[in-house]
């Protein structure tokens, strides 16, 4: 487990640069969490975001970002709750990345929902993909128009982590806030066509006071 949490800080390490803070969490019944803050001067232009508005190539004006890492979650493979006796080394492994603006919100506050979401594996007995919707039930940070967020693909901003075999890769997987009505929005639609309508109207994802798109 140490060992695997090694490589994962390090991949973090090289594709987001030295962490500027980090905090530990231990929730009962569950393994330490801890979360990891990177600053980005935005010089990048959002390369490797989540294509789309606000995040990659294409999306957002260029300015510094704060990125949340969560690290941890990666030290057990995630199983199958209805699996009675789960494989101790196969099965998906991952870690959450939150990117956001800075200076616009107090984000910082965003550390424990962060770490809930990441401990939730062994809590819940999720296994979390992408094109998943995780509900924290309360804002992400003071103030905050989000309660939930959309698991998005993985590879982008930070490389997928290979393990030597039989260990699944860690995964990175980008979160993406939603609000109330995105979320609802979201479960009958789908994942791709929120995306896709986040897509045709501009939204800037990573603007912690953004409102939410039209969905008429």
């Known amino acids: 487990m140490a060992e695997v949490l090694s490589l994962v800080e390090a991949r973090l390490r090289t594709a987001l640069g ?3 803070a980090r ?32 995040g990659g ?6 300015g510094p970002l704060v990125r949340y890492a969560t690290l941890g979650m990666s030290a057990r493979p995630m199983a199958d709750p209805t699996v009675v006796v789960p494989d101790p080394a196969r099965g998906p492994r991952a870690e959450l990345v939150l990117s956001v603006r800075a200076g616009l919100a107090d984000t910082d506050k965003v550390l424990r929902p962060l770490a809930v979401l990441a401990a939730s594996p062994q809590v819940e ?5 992408a094109g998943a919707s995780l509900e924290v039930g309360e804002p992400l940070w003071p103030g905050a128009p989000f309660s939930s967020v959309l698991v ?18 860690v995964r ?8 109330p009505n995105e979320a609802a929005w ?11 309508r986040w897509l045709a109207h501009g939204t800037d ?10 969905l008429d």
Do not use: C, H, I, Y
Request: glycine share 16%; charged share 25%.
């Open 57 to 62: 190539a294409e999306g957002g004006s260029d």
């Open 205 to 214: 994802l990573r603007d912690p006071l953004r409102g939410p798109v039209p």
């Open 23 to 54: 905090a530990a969490m231990t929730f009962v019944g569950t393994d330490r969490v801890e979360v990891l803050r990177f600053l980005d001067p935005g010089d990048r232009g959002g390369e490797g975001d989540p294509p789309g508005p606000g």
């Open 125 to 129: 007995g999720l296994v979390v993909t």
């Open 186 to 196: 979201k479960r009958v639609k789908g994942a791709q066509a929120l995306q896709e």
């Open 172 to 179: 990175f997987l980008p979160l993406l806030p939603m609000t």
């Open 18 to 20: 030295e962490p500027d």
């Open 152 to 169: 998005a693909e993985s590879g982008g901003l930070v490389p997928d982590l290979e393990l030597d075999a039989p260990l699944d890769p």
